[in-house]
């Protein structure tokens, strides 16, 4: 599963850099380093409603306080469809 | 006549100001004859403060403005003598100079007064600089014509600097040939004629234990081969533009940077080959930096070169920030490091199109400014002695 955050000048201004740091964190702390790879990307030409972020395909604006929240209800659950013994999903 | 040479010379200076004193009794002038020909001069006002300010201010721009345009040293040297306002304290008016006049970057003529003798350093070695003598309003002016070479560095300075140590670190002060031997460590590294001229300065500060007892200047002229560079930055305003946009750009000999990441998009699309964002913050004011393969640098735009530009001022200034940029690898550090340490002659390609992102008064950044910031740093670039050509599309 691949995970592209916008590092463009606008996201960045906008904290991609923080979202970057949460992602990794996160990423780490659940021990799904080899599950996911998260990349960067120069801009995706959606300024307006960055931090713009890539799940796969799909596109999120995100903040770096909503990164977390993004973390558990996109990406977790997306995870344990293709393989369930690996995660456990939090109530928020 | 323009010289086919691919010769360049990199010229950098800095003061020193004696210590407790706001204006520094040195002066550095630099008028350029044409393309290829300057007249350097740095004059050394008697005494210290507004006084040897004034005097050596005066000696150098009228040196230097009145060379450059073709007039006879004797002219010069009595000019000066009959408009020097006369120290009513001392019954003179007085300050020493040291002229380095280049002539197509291939011949130095070096005409000097009472300043210490000009250090040419050779092939890493300093070399004796044999003069004749002449008198000109009854003052003792050595003369010298040298032929250049590829890596020659000159080193002309005040007596400021020879002076440090004196009665401290050393009984007699920084001599001449110790100078030229602590410099002739320096010559290989590639510094630039600015950073050399700092670390002699920071040397001469430290002989002085941090108060310097006479103002010092050093002038730094580096002979060297030429080397173009070309930087990318902004979309073209009509977007039909960006195919004769990339060609002409990668058309061009020399290294390329691109900044923006649109722009950079537009360029992997022209190469067909894939952009990769990098992820790594190593400032974390500046945004990764990316790679497409067959361009030497790809970073992101205004926030970048925003960095660069006060990285610019600050080298023109007093070079602090040259640790942070000399070794950082962020991508203003790297631009910053390719543009004025290695590029003598920079291309700049810059598109007019307008980000309707960057319109967003929420963000700290105008970016309207991003033409202005080019311009900017188009300045700074040829204050450090760069041919610079500015393109818009």
Known sequence: MNIT????????????????????????????????????????????TGVSVLLDDA???????????????????KIAKAKPELVEIPQL | MTSHNHLCADIGYMSLNHAGEQLCGDHIEIAG?????????????????????????????IISTMLAAGLRLEDCVETIAATLPVCSSRGIAYSTF???????NERAEIIQYDNPAVILLRDGKSMELPASMQVIGGKNIYRTDVALRENDLLLAMSDGVVHAGVGGVYNFGWRREDIA?????????????????????????????????????????????????????????????????????????????????????IAAQYLNRPLVADLAFPDPKIPPIGTI?????????????????????????????????????????????????????????????????????????????????????????????????????
């Open chain 1, 5 to 48: 955050v916008c590092i463009g000048s606008s996201c960045h201004l906008k904290g991609s850099r923080a979202v970057v740091e949460k992602l990794e964190r996160l990423i780490f702390e659940r021990g799904l380093k080899d599950e996911i790879a998260l990349c960067g990307s120069f801009c995706m030409g959606q300024c307006q």
């Open chain 1, 59 to 77: 596109y999120f604006s995100l903040t770096p306080e909503s990164t977390e929240r993004f973390f558990v209800q996109a990406v977790l659950p």
């Open chain 2, 33 to 61: 004859m044409d393309e290829n020909s300057t007249v350097i001069v740095l004059a050394d006002g008697l005494g210290s403060g507004v006084k040897a300010s004034i005097l050596s201010t005066l000696t150098s721009k």
């Open chain 2, 98 to 104: 040291t002229i380095l006049r280049l002539v197509n």
């Open chain 2, 181 to 265: 031997r602590y410099m002739e460590t320096f010559w290989h590294v590639g510094f630039t004629a600015k950073t050399l001229s700092t670390i002699l300065l920071q040397e001469t500060n430290r002989l002085y234990d941090g108060q310097p007892g006479d103002d010092a200047t050093v002038c730094a002229v580096r002979i060297r081969p030429r080397v173009p560079m070309n930087l990318l930055c902004g979309p073209p305003s009509i977007r039909d533009d960006n195919e004769k946009m990339m060609s002409l750009f990668f058309g061009k000999e020399g290294k390329h940077i691109i900044c923006g990441g649109t722009t950079s998009t």
């Open chain 2, 293 to 393: 393969d067959g361009v030497d640098l790809v970073t992101e735009g205004v926030i970048t070169i925003n960095r660069v530009l006060e990285y610019a001022q600050n080298y023109l200034d007093d070079n602090s920030d040259y640790e942070r940029w000399s070794t950082g690898r962020d991508g203003a550090s790297r631009i910053a490091r390719l543009l004025f340490e290695e590029a003598t002659d920079i291309n700049f390609f810059v598109g007019c199109a307008v980000n309707p992102a960057h319109q967003n008064p929420e963000l700290p950044i105008n970016f309207n400014l991003k033409m202005r910031l080019i311009e900017q740093l188009a300045d700074c670039l040829m204050k450090m002695g760069k041919r610079v050509k500015t393109s818009y599309f």
